[in-house]
């Protein structure tokens, strides 16, 4: 197969001398195999884990960290990466895969879960900042073998399809009416010195944008979480 080289003349610009010019552009020779060569290197390259690229690099992995979580009322210990997430912590390590991990960037908030009371995307935060903590998740809302009213309502109402994303707005429900209940305002609360224990749909839908529904099934989760704010005042 033929072979492409550069010129082998070349006119001299701004006064640079032809020898400087190809000592620093030498003649490079470029055949089908040096093409495949260099494009299958840079494939098997881009497809190695993080961990065997930085193998050369003397890097050390973390020392494994001791916690005590409390989850659900029963404490639990564990020896954990520090960089561990506090859902994989409760999928990977405890089981509880209720909390799921839809987009693990804290956009979609299926992992929501409940710590010391306040909503959180378990996903964006690490399991060691949690050491000590009540972690309430949606395995741990239910009374026994009666439903919690927020689970009840959602059933009722039908505010699901696939599911994917409900222990999520169930645990996110559950934390918004306490802070409602508390007087946490939210972006469309129009009087900030009237109670904010009486939601409009508006305001149920502002402070639940934070968790997506991908079969759009809102209109029965706004009904859901009004009827459970009822039962639950």
Do not use: W
Not at 30 to 45: H, K, Q, Y
Not at 56 to 64: L, W
Not at 71 to 80: D, K
């Amino acid at each position: 197969m033929s072979q492409a080289t550069l010129p082998q003349t070349y006119p001299a610009k701004h006064g640079t001398d032809m020898e400087d010019t190809y000592a620093i552009f030498p003649t490079v020779e470029v055949t089908r195999r040096t093409v495949i060569e260099t494009g299958t290197t840079a494939l098997l390259l881009s497809s190695l884990p993080r961990g065997a690229l930085a193998a050369g690099t003397g890097q050390v992995d973390p020392v494994p960290t001791s916690i005590a979580l409390r989850i659900n009322g029963h404490l639990h210990n564990l020896t954990l990466d520090p960089r561990t997430t506090l859902l994989d912590a409760l999928r990977e390590h405890l089981a509880l895969t209720g909390s799921k991990k839809g987009c693990d960037h804290g956009q979609c908030g299926a992992c929501t879960v409940l710590v010391e009371g306040r909503r959180i995307n378990s996903c964006l935060t690490l399991a060691v900042m949690h050491d000590g903590q009540s972690i309430t998740t949606v395995e741990g809302l239910a009374f026994g073998e009666d439903l919690h009213p927020m689970q009840a309502a959602l059933v009722e109402h039908d505010g699901f399809q696939c599911g994917y994303c409900t222990s999520g707005q169930i645990c996110s429900a559950v934390g918004m009416l306490a802070e409602s209940r508390e007087g946490a305002p939210s972006y469309v609360t129009a009087d900030l010195t009237q109670s904010a224990t009486e939601l409009s749909d508006d305001e149920i839908r502002e402070r639940m944008s934070g968790n997506i529904c991908r079969c759009a099934a809102y209109p029965n989760i706004v009904a859901a979480i009004r009827q459970a704010m009822g039962e639950q005042t």
